[in-house]
């Protein structure tokens, strides 16, 4: 049995903030409303501080990195408070999870380093994590060469992905090395987040878990081979193990081929039949995170409370956050009800 006394605040927190989740239609329906009827709509949807900000500009369009970062600090409050329910490996999931964002200011950094870009225009790239930032900013941005970034990166907990990022960086010395090798070491460690789990929780979470390593395995994989032609060998090994669908073989069948109409001839039913009729990669990864979100719906209304349910809501906020950033975007540029659907990923 799962603990239900231990899981009893965390329970009570994620039923009040999937309150502030949208359905479908309610969303679809905010995309016909003008901003001032959206921004009143919305009050109580824990957006407090992006409608003070939009209202203090006159409804005028916010600079972008201003709006990324209301946005972000959104979700990463409310990742904030779900962790701090937690401890243990169930902490350490979570953490590890959301410590994602990290990622980017490193590969923010790495390209700008190779750019040779001053340390002031690098750092005004960089997007604010507080409580979850633990890189030493200073000492990144300080140092002298890539090589010297990955040795400090060394000195946190970010040790493996850096270590296995120099050694791919050694063989083919380019930035593009760096991020295919931190992007495969972090859900290789994702992975093993998920087996520090008991039994009973690795089960349940595997199925929404599972989809998403099949979606970033896909699109990887076609990327690799259709965009920057990598050989069969080299973007297979680029690949995570955990998929749900995808098992090796059939990624291995997948390195295979040389144009996006031949992934239909070895995806199994159940991922062919989410992708159908897609024609371009970012078709598919549309299509592939539909199905992620419905998964994650009907995880909220489970009765029976799990560590997934915390899981499937932040994945949920975190879309709808997104969606909405575009929709707010839409409606300052005054763009049209059609391209601000197709912006958010909605049929209009």
Request: aromatic share 10%; proline share 3%.
């Amino acid at each position: 049995m799962l603990k239900i006394a231990h899981y009893a605040y965390l329970q009570t927190l994620v039923a009040i903030f999937s309150k502030r989740l949208l359905s479908e239609q309610q969303f679809t329906s905010l995309i016909e409303q003008p901003l001032d009827e959206i921004l009143a709509e919305l009050s109580n949807n824990g957006l407090q501080a992006i409608i003070k900000e939009i209202y203090q500009f006159h409804l005028k369009p916010l600079p972008a990195g201003n709006m990324d970062n209301l946005f972000l600090t959104v979700l990463l409050d409310d990742a904030q408070s779900i962790i701090r329910a937690l401890s243990g490996a169930e902490r350490d999931f979570f953490t590890y999870w959301i410590r994602r964002f990290e990622l980017q200011n490193i590969k923010t950094i790495l390209r700008g380093k190779s750019l040779q870009r001053s340390k002031e225009l690098i750092r005004a790239e960089l997007t604010p994590l507080n409580p979850f930032s633990i890189l030493p900013i200073d000492k990144l941005l300080n140092a002298d060469s890539l090589t010297d970034i990955l040795m400090q990166l060394e000195k946190t907990p970010f040790a493996s992905i850096a270590r296995y990022g120099s050694k791919n960086f050694e063989q083919k010395r380019d930035v593009f090395t760096i991020e295919t090798a931190i992007n495969h070491q972090y859900f290789t460690g994702l992975n093993e987040q998920l087996k520090n789990l008991s039994n009973e929780e690795q089960i349940l979470l595997q199925p929404l878990l599972g989809r998403i390593i099949d979606q970033t395995n896909l699109i990887w994989l076609l990327r690799y081979r259709l965009s920057y032609n990598l050989s069969p060998s080299h973007s297979y090994f680029l690949l995570v193990s955990g998929g749900l669908y995808l098992n090796s073989r059939i990624l291995v069948q997948l390195c295979q081929i040389k144009s996006l109409p031949q992934i239909y001839d070895f995806l199994p039913n159940e991922v062919n039949k989410l992708i159908k009729g897609s024609n371009t990669i970012h078709q598919i990864e549309l299509c592939l995170e539909k199905d992620t979100i419905k998964l994650a719906r009907s995880f909220i209304k489970d009765k029976s409370f799990s560590l997934t349910h915390a899981f499937a809501y932040l994945l949920l906020r975190e879309k709808q956050l997104s969606q909405l950033h575009a929709l707010f975007k839409g409606k300052l540029l005054d763009l049209s009800d059609t391209e601000i659907a197709f912006a958010v990923g909605e049929d209009k």
